[in-house]
T-cell receptor, first 114, second 110 residues
Framework: AQSVTQLGSHVSVSEGALVLLRCNYS??????LFWYVQYPNQGLQLLLK??????LVKGINGFEAEFKKSETSFHLTKPSAHMSDAAEYFC????????????FGQGTILTVHP | NAGVTQTPKFQVLKTGQSMTLQCAQD?????MSWYRQDPGMGLRLIHY???????DQGEVPNGYNVSRSTTEDFPLRLLSAAPSQTSVYFC?????????FGPGTRLLVL
C-alpha cells in the first residue's frame, strides 16, 4: 500500500539551529510532494511543493525541501529556526490518481527553544 | 478571494444527532474534498467531488454523506453522530496539483 512516513512525531531544536524534518514515501514513482504547516487551532498552510523539474524546492518562511528519488525522500529543512516556526508539519503525497487524494504522514510537532 | 471557508468553527453534538458542516470556496475550483484529522494519523479523505453533481467516497466515508449542487459549496452531513466522529474536519479545494485547506471545524460528539 502507498504510504507516507514522517520520522519523529516530535522534534525539538534551539532557536537558530538547523531544522530537519524527515519524510519518506513508499513508491518509487515520482509523485507530487507537499509540505504543509499547521499552527495551533488553525488550518493547513502550504509551505512548498514538488511537481516536476528542480529537485530542491524553496518555500515560504525560509524552508526548503529536496526530492531524492533514489531514497524516496522529501525532507524539509531550514538553516536557522525561529520561535515562530513552532507548529505541526505534515508531509503529503498526491499519487496522481484521478480522484486527487492526498496521503498524509502522521505529522511532526516542531518545538523551538529560546 | 476568501479562499476556502468552513462553518461552524466548533460544534458539540450528542450521540445520534445529525448536523451539516458547511464548506464554500470562491476560487471556482472543480475539485473539492473533505478530510478528518485525528492525532497521530495525519488527515484521511472522507469524500471528494470532481465537479457539481459528482461525488465519490474516500477512504473513511462511513457515517458521512455529501452533495455538490454548485461549484462553490460542498457540505458534509453527519447522519447520526457517534463518539468516533469526534475529530477536526477540513475541507479543501484543488487547483492543478495543489489543495488549499479551510480553517477546519472541531467536532465533539458526546
Amino acid at each position: 500500500a502507498q504510504s507516507v512516513t514522517q520520522l519523529g512525531s516530535h522534534v525539538s531544536v534551539s532557536e537558530g539551529a538547523l531544522v530537519l524534518l524527515r519524510c519518506n514515501y513508499s513508491s518509487s514513482v515520482p509523485p507530487y510532494l507537499f509540505w504543509y504547516v499547521q499552527y495551533p487551532n488553525q488550518g493547513l498552510q502550504l509551505l512548498l511543493k514538488y511537481t516536476t523539474g528542480a529537485t530542491l524546492v524553496k518555500g515560504i518562511n525560509g524552508f526548503e525541501a529536496e526530492f531524492k528519488k533514489s531514497e524516496t525522500s522529501f525532507h524539509l529543512t531550514k538553516p536557522s529556526a525561529h520561535m515562530s516556526d513552532a507548529a505541526e508539519y505534515f508531509c503529503a503525497v498526491d499519487w496522481g490518481t484521478s480522484y486527487g487524494k492526498l496521503t498524509f504522514g502522521q505529522g511532526t510537532i516542531l518545538t523551538v527553544h529560546p | 478571494n476568501a479562499g476556502v471557508t468552513q462553518t461552524p468553527k466548533f460544534q458539540v453534538l450528542k450521540t445520534g444527532q445529525s448536523m451539516t458542516l458547511q464548506c464554500a470556496q470562491d476560487m471556482n475550483h472543480e475539485y473539492m474534498s473533505w478530510y478528518r484529522q485525528d492525532p497521530g494519523m495525519g488527515l484521511r479523505l472522507i469524500h471528494y467531488s470532481v465537479g457539481a453533481g459528482i461525488t465519490d467516497q474516500g477512504e473513511v466515508p462511513n457515517g458521512y454523506n455529501v452533495s455538490r449542487s454548485t461549484t462553490e459549496d460542498f457540505p458534509l452531513r453527519l447522519l447520526s453522530a457517534a463518539p468516533s466522529q469526534t475529530s477536526v474536519y477540513f475541507c479543501a479545494s484543488k487547483f492543478e496539483e495543489t489543495q488549499y485547506f479551510g480553517p477546519g471545524t472541531r467536532l465533539l460528539v458526546l
